[in-house]
């Protein structure tokens, strides 16, 4: 009985026509909807028979039930003994010709998308590699192939089309009608391979899967897609149709590939069950800014991702390298998919090698610089095992339940810092393994290496800048929107032990070395609840919302460069810890590697901090001079040589000890930091290109903003020059000894600990040294001598000590221009230096003094010795003598060039003896000088001249 099919197309045809013809095969094609998880009509398509160098034999258009029909051909009767295949091909929903052609394209791609919403084929090439729509590959399917995986249904007279898919022509019989047509389902034994791809959402603080919308494809063994599919609702991972059955789909490889700079908003919400054409948060390269505030709340998606060299799991089961697991196949369902991280990350190397290898060290940092899992015993590493060269995100990048603050910024490695931003490692996909991986880069960031900021000598470290920025008003003190960017001051290290050091002073060195690096870098955000200064590098024109500020990080750790400053451990002879003055080495007494809180000290701002060898001589290896004076050395003595305030002999390790009066400062007295120290990373800041592009114009300094009303350090010069660089010297031609000149900012020193607390107006810009080197010799006494070394020092000591104030500081006068002065606002300090004469340094004589001073022990008899008649001192240098009952300030003021010497300066009455002016010193006695400063400076104005504070 004839049967009517209302649309069907001939060979070539390219408009329906209407045929009335008893049917050979009435089929009904049906494909697994995984939308509707239901077996549904396939959409509009045409059978064909088709053979090898024949024509095709095509049948109807199908319906809506997605019936169509085959009908009866002459050929089949004129050569039984021909084999035919049985091949679909999808009719689209544009008009388009149905041809011979078009099949040939068709087998060509190997493949035709259906929208599972819409029910519509979609050509391979209106197929976006980013989709809206919900995608799902479907093969070409052809009989003579499709047999490896076996049919639904298969004709019973069809002898070989179980095992060859063909259909010969003499065996053909009328097979299916309407109501039972044969029943082809084209995905039928397919294998449904669910591929999660998860990464961690700092926004929700979880785990999620990626947005919908990226088509995902499978690879066999040879890089040929056979597969592919996305992940049709949110939360879900994506459904991947292979062209094969489970057991024979071992070793696929899975890729995909959105293209270049495709994020996504996490900002927004993903809406419960989101199609891809809900997930309305993908952020194209025509709409992603690259604001920081948009930064931290987008997530970079790999231009291209390949599982080649990955590690996966499936399911809760532990991760495995890739391969491994794809070896067999695998059985994945929606519940139980294969997921892989895109969180894992690599580090690599200049070469473009993968860095990390197996058993290797290093250190994870968050974005506050903060160390991730620190081992107990080598705390400058993170607790991780390297397996591979791939790191797992869960323990490389993130932490579930931790915000953006707690993912990985850096990874440190070999020496190398590896800065994880948005980058993700390139290659060929199938060739090179990790493709797709977050990569860290070693050079990718502003960097410096053993730089010579002070004094000329090369440091021993190196300047690391990150300028990701996160926001951190808060560590300002104040709620200020500003972003945080940071600088991270690294000392590479090669530890060795020497002599009867032991392993366990080792590990005593390693334990004591995040605290040495943490009181270099004070209040910090790598360090929660550890007190501190709030040290920041800030314009000068102070943090708005948006402005970029600088935190500064150090870091000691063993590194293998040859760049590394060599760190010996043992019992020093002298028992002083020391840095080489090439700083290429530092030893360390084992007495000295842990803090000692019994000798602790404060500002007003609170922060009390313990005395800290170990983190005093890494000041060294930063560039720091010594800020203390070297004494005079007096065996009797020892130690005692140390006592407060130290006597400085004739040779120092600088021209002059600007900052000795500092008397609590890291570098004087090993316990507290200060803001000068940080003005070689503000020099870098502003002479660094990169580092300058990232920061804008805003000429950063350093900045103590929550401390006496906010500090600002910044030098005369504008940083261009070092606070210990001497400016001008010359010889105190009024007196005795030297004037030298240096550079002052606004730090604690200056601001209140060397002067006492002075108000913002107050402030100095500069201080002279007023240095007078002192001999002194000892002499017998008509009736008593010096019974020793320790008597005689005392004498000494006790004239030193005229000089404190009765505060317990040293003598200071503020000097005000009265006119226009590049150093507005001058600290006088007088600067005695000391040679014991019956022991004296070696290498050193009277001839190198200002003042020879003959010391008479004048006990029953006192001297009053030349000072009262100054006229009778002669010689250069000059010998004064004078009896140990009237030593003091009157001795300062001859070297000072001071008057009167005497008191009263008329002279006495007849058979009185004169009084030395022994008083403390005044403004008077130095105003004499300020005519020379001025001469230091190039200026003529006079300044006012007052006691600090």
């Known amino acids: 009985m004839a049967t009517f099919f209302p649309v069907s197309i001939g060979l070539n045809a390219a408009v329906p026509t209407v045929t009335l013809a008893t049917p050979l095969f009435v089929i009904r094609a049906t494909y697994f909807n995984p939308v509707k998880q239901a077996e549904i009509p396939l959409p509009p398509h045409v059978w064909a028979l088709g053979r090898r160098g024949d024509e095709d034999i095509w049948g109807s258009i199908s319906d809506d039930d997605g019936i169509s029909a085959l009908f009866t051909h002459p050929s089949f009767t004129l050569h039984p003994d021909k084999t035919w295949g049985l091949i679909l091909v999808p009719v689209p929903k544009q ?48 009989s003579v192939a499709r047999h490896r995986v076996g049919f639904k249904e298969i004709p019973p007279w069809a002898s070989e089309f ?21 029943a082809i389902q084209v995905d039928h034994n397919l294998y ?101 505030a948009e930064r931290r709340t987008r997530y970079p998606v790999p231009a291209v991702w390949h599982s080649l060299g990955m590690q996966a799991r499936v399911g809760t089961d532990a991760r ?15 519940d139980r998919p294969l997921l892989f991280d895109l969180d894992d990350v690599t580090l690599v190397d200049e070469s473009g090698k993968l860095a990390p290898q197996k058993g290797d060290s290093l250190t994870i940092f968050d974005r506050h610089l903060a160390i991730r899992d620190p081992k107990a015993k080598e705390p400058h590493f993170s607790d991780v ?61 502003p960097t410096a290496t053993n730089p010579s900021f002070i004094g000329g000598t090369p440091s021993r470290f190196e300047l690391h800048f990150f300028a990701d920025a996160l926001p951190g008003g808060a560590y300002l003190g104040g709620a200020d929107p500003a972003e945080v960017c940071h600088l991270l001051v690294h000392i590479p290290l090669k530890v060795e032990k020497e002599g009867t050091a032991t392993d366990a002073h080792v590990e005593d060195l390693f334990r004591h070395l995040p605290g040495a690096a943490q009181r270099w870098d004070q209040l910090h955000p790598a360090h929660p609840g550890v007190a501190g200064k709030h040290y920041v590098l800030l314009p000068k024109s102070g943090a708005k919302a948006g402005t970029r500020l600088v935190k500064v990080r150090h870091f000691f750790a063993p590194s293998p460069s040859s760049n590394s400053l060599k760190l010996v451990v043992c ?86 000890k600007p900052f000795a009066i500092d008397a609590d400062a890291m570098m004087r007295a090993n316990r507290l930091p200060r803001l000068r120290y940080y003005w070689q990373y503000a020099h870098w800041l502003a002479q660094d290109g990169g580092v300058k592009r990232a920061l804008g114009s805003g000429g950063h300094i350093v900045q ?50 060397m ?90 004589t009277e001839n190198q003094a200002d003042v020879i001073v003959d010391l008479v022990d004048d006990t029953g008899q006192p001297e009053l010795g030349d000072l009262a008649t100054p006229g009778n001192i002669k010689g250069t240098p000059p010998r004064v003598r004078i009896g140990n009952s009237h030593l003091g300030l009157a001795l300062f003021r001859f070297a000072l060039g001071a008057s009167p010497l005497v008191t009263p300066p008329a002279p006495p009455p007849p058979g009185t003896p004169p009084q030395l002016n022994q008083a403390a010193l005044q403004p008077g006695d130095v105003q004499h000088l300020v005519s020379q400063i001025a001469g230091m400076l190039g200026e003529s104005g006079g300044r006012t001249v007052t006691l600090l504070p």
């Open 755 to 844: 002067f006492g607390q002075l108000a913002a107006g107050q402030r100095v810009s500069g201080l002279v040294l007023v240095r007078i080197k002192f001999w002194f010799n000892f002499l017998k006494g008509a009736k008593q001598d010096f019974a020793n070394d320790t008597d005689r020092f005392r004498a000494m000591r006790d004239f030193h000590r005229r000089l404190l104030t009765p505060v317990g500081r040293i003598v200071a006068f503020g000097m005000s221009a009265t006119g226009k002065s590049r150093m507005p606002r001058i600290a006088l300090v007088v600067h005695p230096h000391y040679e014991f004469g019956p022991s004296p340094t070696t290498g050193f």
């Open 162 to 182: 179980a095992t060859t898919g063909a259909l010969r022509a003499g065996e053909m019989q009328t097979y299916g009608t309407r109501d039972k047509p044969w």
């Open 320 to 334: 495995k390298p890739y391969e491994e697991l794809a070896k067999t196949p695998l059985d994945l369902t929606r």
């Open 571 to 656: 019992q020093v002879a002298s028992g002083r810890s020391f840095v080489r003055g090439d700083r290429t080495e530092m030893k360390m007494d084992v007495g000295d590697l842990a803090p000692n809180p019994a000798s602790s000290a404060a500002d007003s701002d609170g922060v009390n901090l313990a005395w800290n060898t170990l983190a005093h001589e890494f000041g060294h290896v930063l560039g720091l001079p010594d800020e203390y004076p070297e004494p005079f050395e007096v065996a009797a003595v020892g130690s005692g040589i140390w006592a407060e305030p130290i006597m400085p002999r004739f040779r120092q390790s600088t021209e002059g």
């Open 192 to 292: 449904r391979a669910h591929v999660g791809f998860q990464h961690y959402d700092p926004t929700r603080k979880k785990v999620v899967f990626l947005d919908p919308g990226v088509l995902v494809f499978a690879l066999d063994a040879q890089g040929r897609r056979v597969g592919g599919g996305m992940a049709f609702t949110a939360g879900e991972p994506a459904h991947v149709l292979v062209d094969g059955r489970k057991e024979d789909c071992a070793n696929l490889q899975y890729t995909f590939a959105p293209g270049d700079n495709v994020f996504i908003d996490l900002g927004k919400e993903l809406p419960a069950n989101a199609s891809p054409s809900d997930a309305r948060r993908w952020l194209l390269p025509e709409n992603a800014d690259a604001s920081p």
């Open 385 to 445: 095992t390297v397996e591979a060269p791939i790191l797992p995100g869960e323990r490389a990048f993130y932490r579930t339940g931790e915000g953006i603050e707690r993912t990985t910024l850096v990874v440190y490695h070999g020496g190398n810092f590896y800065v994880l931003g948005e980058q993700r490692r390139s290659g060929t996909p199938g060739k090179d393994p990790g493709v797709g991986l977050r990569m860290g880069v070693s050079t990718s960031h």
């Open 704 to 753: 103590y903003p929550t401390h006496l009303g906010g500090l600002a350090y910044e030098l005369p010069d504008g940083n261009r020059n070092h606070p210990w660089e001497v400016v001008a010297k010359r010889r105190n031609s009024a007196g005795h000894g030297d004037l030298i000149l240096y550079r002052v900012g606004d730090d604690e020193g200056s601001a209140e600990a």
């Open 95 to 142: 008009p388009r010709r149905i041809s011979r052609d078009w099949g040939t394209q068709l087998i060509k791609e190997r493949e035709f998308w259906i929208d599972l919403d819409k029910n519509e084929w979609v050509p391979p090439s209106e197929v976006l590699p980013l989709e809206q729509r919900r995608l799902l590959r479907m093969p070409v399917f052809a």
